[in-house]
C-alpha cells in the first residue's frame, strides 16, 4: 500500500511539471490572442512545413491550401489561401489554439488544448496537437497567405 | 398537409407520423440519404456490382461451405435447422441488431450467428472478426442484398438512443463527434475522399484501404483511431448501440453486402 502511494507519489512529480509546460496560458480579446503563445517568436518557413504535413499539421486534411505537391486535399474547411488576409495574427492564434471558443460547434480541433476532452487515445493523452512554438510558427506562415 | 392527410398517409405506412418526424429531428431527411457505394469511383462502384469483380465473394463462398459443414457436439450443420439460406436468411442482416425477447438482449447478426453456434450446435464460438466468423456473417448479409433495412423494432429505442448519444458526442485529441464529418460534411473531402454518411447498409464488406474483408466494427474502430479517441475494447456495447443508431438512421436503405468500399 505504503508502496503504491510511493509509486502513485512519483509518477505525479514526473507526470506535472510536463502537463504545465504542455499548453501555454494566453489571453483572449475580442475574438482574438494578441500576444504570441509563451513569448515564442514563429517562423514562416516551420510553418510552412508544419501545414503542410498531414501527420503534424493535419491542416490539408480538411482544408485546401496553396500545397501543389499535395494531391489529397480536404474541402471541408475553407481554402487556406488568403487567410492572412481574412484574419489578425491574434485572431488566427485563437482560430488555431481553441476554435471553439469562436464558433462552440465547430468541426474545427482545439489544436493547443488538453482540457475538456473525451477519451483521448493513449499516445497523445495530456498533449495538443501542437505545441506552443509550433503554433507560432503555423500562425506565422497563415499570415503569409493573403491572396 | 391535412389532418385527414396525414391520417391516411399514417394508415399507409403504419406508423404515427409526429413522433416518427420528431424522432428524425436532426437526422439527414430519408429523401437525401446515400449510400457509400453512390459517393466512390465508378471503377469501385463495377467492381461491387460484379460477382466475379467483388472480392467479398470469396467470403461469401467461404460462408456458404460453412453454412452447410457440419460442427459441435450436436453435429448439426446450419442448413439442417433452417434449410436453404435464400429463403432462410432472407432479411435477416437488414433486420439486425434486433431484440430478442427470450434473452431480453439486443443482438446483431454476428451475435445472433454465435448464439446458434453455441446453444445449437453445441460448438465452441467462432473467433470473433476471425475469418469464418466474418464468412458465415458474409453468406447471411448476402441474402438480404437488395432488401431495404428495416428498424422498427420499439424494443430497440432506449439502445438506438445511446448509440445516437455516442455519435453526437465530441471524442479524441481532435475533439470531433461523428455528426462533424458524417451527418454535417458528408461529400465533401477529407484527405482528397468523399466523406460518407456512415451508413452500415454495406457490412460486412471488402475495403481497398484494408485490402481484407471486415466488419462495422472495424470500420468504427478505424474513424476512432483517426479522431486520436480510444477505441472501445472489441466487443463493447457501445459498438451494439452505434450499429443499431446507424441501422435506424439508414432505415429503408437497401442492403449492399457484400460492398466494396475505398
Known amino acids: 500500500m505504503r508502496r503504491a502511494a510511493a509509486l502513485a507519489g512519483a509518477l505525479l512529480l514526473a507526470a506535472a511539471p510536463a502537463r504545465a509546460e504542455s499548453v501555454a496560458p494566453y489571453a483572449i480579446v475580442g475574438d482574438a490572442i494578441p500576444m504570441p503563445l509563451a513569448g515564442a517568436k514563429g517562423d514562416a518557413k516551420r510553418g510552412q512545413a508544419i501545414v503542410g504535413d498531414r501527420q503534424v499539421g493535419l491542416c490539408l486534411l480538411c482544408h485546401p491550401g496553396p500545397f501543389a505537391n499535395e494531391r489529397a486535399q480536404g474541402t471541408i474547411g475553407p481554402d487556406l489561401r488568403g487567410a492572412g488576409a481574412r484574419w489578425s495574427e491574434g485572431q488566427l492564434r485563437l482560430r488555431l489554439v481553441d476554435s471553439q471558443k469562436v464558433n462552440p460547434e465547430t468541426i474545427m480541433p482545439p489544436f493547443h488544448r488538453t482540457q475538456g476532452l473525451s477519451r483521448v487515445a493513449g499516445a497523445f493523452r495530456g498533449r495538443p496537437i501542437l505545441d506552443a512554438q509550433q503554433i507560432e510558427d503555423a500562425v506565422t506562415y497563415l499570415q503569409t497567405l493573403t491572396d | ?262
Open chain 2, 1 to 262: 398537409m391535412t389532418v385527414l392527410g396525414s391520417r391516411i398517409l399514417a394508415g399507409l405506412f403504419g406508423v404515427a407520423l409526429a413522433p416518427l418526424a420528431e424522432l428524425r429531428a436532426g437526422e439527414i431527411p430519408f429523401a437525401e440519404l446515400r449510400s457509400g457505394s453512390e459517393l466512390m469511383s465508378p471503377d469501385t462502384r463495377a467492381m461491387q456490382d460484379a460477382d466475379s469483380a467483388n472480392p467479398g465473394m470469396l467470403w461469401v463462398i467461404e460462408g456458404e461451405a460453412l453454412w452447410n459443414a457440419k460442427a459441435g457436439a450436436a453435429n448439426l450443420a446450419c442448413a439442417d435447422c433452417h434449410g436453404a439460406a435464400e429463403l432462410a436468411m432472407r432479411g435477416v442482416a437488414a433486420r439486425h441488431p434486433a431484440f430478442d425477447a427470450k434473452r431480453n438482449q439486443a443482438v446483431n447478426l454476428a451475435g445472433s450467428i454465435e448464439w446458434c453456434r453455441v446453444e445449437r450446435q453445441k460448438a465452441p464460438a467462432l473467433t470473433a472478426e476471425g475469418p469464418e466468423a466474418l464468412a458465415l456473417e458474409a453468406y447471411v448479409a448476402r441474402q438480404s442484398r437488395g432488401l431495404s433495412i428495416a428498424s422498427t423494432d420499439a424494443a430497440l429505442r432506449p439502445l438506438i438512443e445511446s448509440g445516437r448519444e455516442l455519435y453526437l458526442r465530441r471524442q479524441g485529441q481532435l475533439d470531433l463527434s461523428c455528426a462533424h464529418c458524417h451527418t454535417e460534411n458528408w461529400g465533401r473531402k477529407l484527405a482528397g475522399l468523399a466523406l460518407s454518411q456512415g451508413h452500415p447498409n454495406g457490412y460486412p464488406l471488402y475495403r481497398l484501404e484494408w485490402q481484407s474483408f471486415g466488419s462495422l466494427e472495424r470500420r468504427l474502430r478505424n474513424c476512432l483511431t483517426g479522431m486520436r479517441a480510444e477505441p472501445y475494447p472489441a466487443g463493447a456495447s457501445e459498438y451494439l448501440a452505434l450499429e443499431a443508431y446507424l441501422k435506424w438512421r439508414a432505415h429503408g436503405m437497401p442492403m449492399e453486402s457484400p460492398a466494396v468500399r475505398p
